[in-house]
């Protein structure tokens, strides 16, 4: 707060006429700001209209400033506080980005309840919702759901051929490796790690579990028909360390395929993420001062 004192006891003392602070020079230097990429300075700016006349006319277009600057700063939490106080005028907007900033705050299933039950109250604004919608259960990696958000938008609007290869893309995965067949092909030590990509320690595994079973049985038929007490206990040695290699191998394997699976299905959501981005530039889904226009 001192910094904007300072700063306008600057611009004051350079004016050539008298000039009034008020709520709509204060937003209007912070709309100034928030253009020119600086939300954080436009935030301060906008919290001094609101000190200024906390009950002004202007209030409610001061509110959805302060909210969609939190939200460009990064404060989803403060900014869904902010967006739910506003119940007229920009009421749809604020339901809109609310719902946006909910799913981008580790709530996906209850922003895109938001968002669902706003195009169900502006069917005409359904569309772009369910584009929106679609675009923030990529980001949530949920990619089956963020295909039939897509495949809502009617095929007669404008974006409605977009959408339905956004639903498509984002519907067909690339070949993921399964846990479960890496965890069956683990029944031969090595060949789980071979599958899900670790060829490396597949052959290591491979080698060494052939190792200590070959020697365990060896050691164990020779204690048997030597009467050997200390190859017996030897060859039971080994093939206990054999079975506990094989358990570890396993699980290794499964854990390895998981792995596996979730990096293809992450570049795949990234790559329909971009998408996203060249098909639908003008997409109002991130917070940017060219959303206040009207406001």
Request: charged content about 20%; proline content about 4%; some cysteine.
């Amino acid at each position: 707060m001192t910094s904007l004192v300072l700063l306008l006891g600057a611009t004051l003392a350079r004016a050539s006429a008298p000039v009034a602070l008020d709520v709509d020079l204060a937003r209007d230097l912070g709309d100034g700001l928030f253009s020119s990429g600086d939300a954080a300075g436009a935030l301060q700016w906008y919290r001094v209209a609101r000190w200024l006349e906390p009950t002004a006319d202007e209030l409610p277009g001061v509110q959805i400033r302060i909210a969609l600057a939190l939200e460009a700063n990064g404060a989803l939490t403060e900014a869904i506080g902010w967006y739910q106080r506003i119940d007229d005028g920009d009421v749809d907007f604020a339901r809109l980005r609310e719902g946006i900033c909910i799913s981008r705050n580790g709530a996906p299933s209850r922003g895109d309840v938001v968002l669902r039950e706003l195009a169900t109250a502006v069917p005409e604004d359904a569309p772009q919702v369910d584009l929106i919608r679609g675009t923030l259960w990529v980001e949530a990696g949920e990619l089956d759901k963020a295909a039939s958000a897509f495949a809502a938008v009617p095929t007669s609007h404008q974006d409605g051929a977009t959408a339905a290869g956004l639903a498509a893309s984002a519907g067909t995965l690339p070949h993921l490796k399964s846990p479960g067949v890496a965890l069956g092909l683990s029944v031969l030590p090595g060949l789980g790690q071979m599958y899900s990509g670790d060829w490396g320690a597949g052959v290591r595994n491979l080698g060494l579990g052939g190792a200590l079973a070959g020697g365990g049985m060896m050691l164990m038929n020779w204690g048997h028909t030597e009467d050997a007490a200390w190859a017996s206990g030897m060859g039971g040695a080994l093939l206990t360390t054999f079975g506990v290699g094989w358990s570890v191998s396993a699980v290794g394997a499964w854990k390895r395929a998981e792995k596996a699976a979730a990096k293809v299905r992450q570049e795949h959501a990234d790559d329909v993420r971009r998408r996203i981005d060249e098909l639908l530039p003008a997409l109002p889904i991130d917070a940017e001062a060219a959303l206040l226009t009207g406001s």
